[in-house]
Nanobody, 116 residues
Framework: QVQLVESGGGLVRPGGSLRLSCAAS????????MAWFRQAPGKQRVLVAQ???????VVADSVKGRFTASRDNAKNTLYLQMNSLKADDTAVYYC??????????WGQGTQVTVSS
């Protein structure tokens, strides 16, 4: 059974930092392109950062310079380091794993709230 379990969300003040983790099981983690998406209330789910199995990273313009995605294939874990957080970063953050057109999985999400 495939599981993607996010953790590390919470309440943080503007300007603060959080580190999200996504622990994967039931997949050959190193074969998957991994990504973080987020969904704010009333808005569509959007890509935040993606890291391929080869380690190539793409980051959304809205978080460039503040967020960094990384992966540890030995630990089957994806990370998102979030610095200089803003109120606009408030959302549910989801982990996503893609192998090919037919094989993709989502985590259950973790809430990040940026507020003073």
């Amino acid at each position: 059974q495939v599981q993607l379990v996010e953790s590390g969300g919470g309440l943080v003040r503007p300007g603060g930092s959080l580190r999200l983790s996504c622990a994967a099981s039931g997949i050959v983690f190193s074969s998957y392109t991994m990504a973080w998406f987020r969904q704010a209330p009333g808005k569509q789910r959007v890509l935040v950062a993606q890291i391929t199995r080869g380690g190539i990273t793409v980051v959304a313009d809205s978080v460039k310079g503040r967020f960094t995605a990384s992966r540890d294939n030995a630990k089957n874990t994806l990370y998102l380091q979030m610095n200089s957080l803003k109120a606009d970063d408030t959302a549910v953050y989801y982990c996503h794993a893609v192998l090919d057109t037919y094989t993709a999985y989502w985590g259950q999400g973790t809430q990040v709230t940026v507020s003073s």
